[in-house]
């Protein structure tokens, strides 16, 4: 037993050390004085490359918005451009007074604090959910009933939701005995880091620092709640409560607790809404979550713990993760938000998406049993 005990604390450092260099190589960036981009960096861009990316912005609510085009025509400042011309269209910074300076530091620390080298977990990640979340606001349902504060407030947790997301899960984190996971005791170990890294850089950059106390304490709070709801493993507990209120017809958007709860719902159908997009943006999210997934499972095979599931590249296809991904968590949510909507012109072009990239994955799932290696890359690409 001691032997074991030694191997698994061998291990545990192992893991500590090189996830701690992860970390590292990210810091360092900083520390070799390399500042965090912000738009005013987009000078050095090409006139062509920048004029690209403003006409780009005049489409920022279509559904079929290239957020990997936007993200190279802006020199990988996605997320930054388009939250502060989401900002500017809500007129967010007039009605809260916001200080341009702080705005653009907080959002210049959020984008760095995002892991480049994660596959899936990343900055375009984030500004992908906040596009999605645009489009959500702009629903004719709930564009009506919005204060700026429920704009201001879904917006930036879509931008942060994830943030510093170190590309393992939480079962990883606590197998390893990670120092958040013991934080945070295990539960929603990831999501309340994500928040509490928004609240210190909230507080480091001073956004809020003019308002009332109460006022930017609340804000922080909803901020929170927001993105705690992101945690999948609360998922049935969200969908009964949405059911219930569907079935009931009791949601009344004039009252703040319901708007706040359809924004919980907004940002939880923003963040898995890669297999309601087109087939060719779908398919490159669906190929970058797996391959942070088979990252963790080699790391885990690396060090002798059990491969969690999904993470084992030989045994888990991608068309197998992404069908069940889309049975049990997609399209069930989706179905009840098509419904909330009465269904929207958005919600359908949504619904259709997903039956196709469903189907199509069925098909490829189908070869893939047969003779993957030889088809899959003519397939990825013809038109089904
Ligand atoms: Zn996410």
């Known amino acids: 037993i001691d032997q074991q005990g030694a191997v698994e604390s061998g291990t545990r450092r192992k893991v500590k050390r090189l996830?701690?260099?992860?970390r590292y190589c990210h810091a360092s960036r900083l520390l070799r004085g390399l500042v965090p981009h912000t738009p005013g960096s987009l000078h050095l861009l090409d006139d062509d490359y920048l004029g690209q990316a403003a006409h780009m912005l005049s489409k920022v609510g279509t559904w079929n918005f290239d957020i990997f085009l936007f993200d190279r025509l802006t020199n990988g400042n996605s997320l930054v451009t388009l939250m502060c011309h989401l900002f500017n269209v809500y007129g967010l910074i007039h009605h809260f007074q916001l200080d341009m300076v702080k705005l653009h530091r907080f959002l210049g620390m959020v984008q760095e604090d995002?892991?480049?080298?994660?596959?899936?977990?990343n900055a375009v990640h984030a500004a992908d959910v906040t596009q999605a979340m645009y489009c959500y606001l702009k629903e004719p349902k709930l564009a009506e009933q919005l204060s700026p504060l429920d704009v201001f407030l879904g917006l930036m947790a879509a931008a942060a939701h994830d943030v510093?997301?170190?590309g393992v899960n939480q079962p990883f984190l606590i197998k390893t005995r990670h120092h958040l996971a013991s934080l945070y005791q295990n539960t929603s170990v990831l999501e309340s880091h994500h928040w509490r890294s928004t609240v210190g850089m909230l507080r480091?950059?001073?956004?809020?620092?003019h308002l009332p106390a109460n006022m930017s304490h609340d804000m922080e709070q909803q901020l929170g709640s927001l993105i705690l709801a992101t945690d999948i493993s609360r998922q049935n507990e969200f969908m009964s409560t949405f059911r219930e209120h569907l079935d009931n017809q009791d949601l009344d958007l004039q009252h703040a607790p319901h708007r706040h709860f359809i924004l919980q719902i907004s940002l939880k159908c923003a963040d898995?809404?890669?297999p309601c997009r087109v087939w060719e943006l779908s398919r490159q999210w669906s190929e970058r979550v797996c391959e942070e997934f088979y990252r963790q499972g080699d790391l885990e095979r690396k060090f002798d713990l059990e491969i969690s599931?999904?993470?084992?590249q030989q045994a888990d296809s991608v068309p197998a993760i992404q069908i069940g991904f889309i049975?049990?968590?997609v399209e069930p949510l989706f179905e009840e938000w098509h419904r909330f909507t009465e269904p929207s012109p958005l919600s359908q072009t949504m619904m259709g998406h997903l039956h196709k990239n469903k189907a199509r994955w069925s098909r490829l799932r189908h070869i893939n049993n047969c003779q993957f290696d030889k088809v899959l890359p003519s397939l990825l690409l013809c038109p089904l």
């Open 272 to 274: 898995v809404c890669n």
């Open 19 to 22: 996830l701690s260099f992860q």
């Open 204 to 209: 480091e950059s001073g956004l809020l620092s």
């Open 164 to 166: 510093d997301h170190p």
């Open 309 to 312: 599931p999904l993470c084992n």
């Open 327 to 329: 049975s049990y968590i």
């Open 114 to 121: 995002y892991h480049s080298q994660n596959p899936y977990h």
